[in-house]
């Protein structure tokens, strides 16, 4: 089981919208840099976004504009708004955080993340 919890996947029609959540399930998760990443079905893993203390975030370049990573500071979470989806965004997204403030250039990089969500599903199909 994971040490972070994701929400809010499923199935979506091309052109609508989805929010996904996620927190720690785990008192020990240190969430400084938190990010989401993704794996269609025999592709590899590939970064979306991520955020760190102080809001700096960073978005893979094919994504940028359409989904937006935000930290709820209050609830020790992060939300992934995706708009526009397509058929192509259908993928297990995973929560990943790090207990380091992470440059910028590492943010994209899966090794430095220290813990990991189980992942939920998103479906994009009419």
């Known amino acids: 089981q994971g040490q972070l919890m994701e929400s809010g996947g499923g199935l979506v029609q091309p052109g609508g919208s989805l929010r996904l959540s996620c927190a720690p399930s785990e008192r020990t998760v240190s969430t400084n840099t938190m990010g989401w990443f993704r794996q269609a079905p025999g592709k590899e893993r590939e970064f979306v976004a991520a955020?760190?203390?102080?809001?700096?975030?960073r978005y893979a370049s094919s994504l940028k504009g359409r989904f937006t990573i935000r930290r709820v500071v209050a609830e020790n979470s992060v939300t992934l708004q995706m708009n526009t989806l397509n058929p192509e965004d259908t993928a297990v997204y995973y929560c990943?955080?790090?207990?380091?403030?992470?440059?910028?250039?590492?943010?994209?990089?899966?090794?430095?993340?220290?813990?990991w969500g189980q992942g939920t599903q998103v479906t994009v199909s009419s």
């Open positions: 990943a955080s790090s207990s380091n403030n992470l440059i910028t250039s590492s943010m994209s990089n899966p090794q430095f993340y220290n813990w």
């Open positions: 955020i760190r203390n102080g809001g700096i975030t």
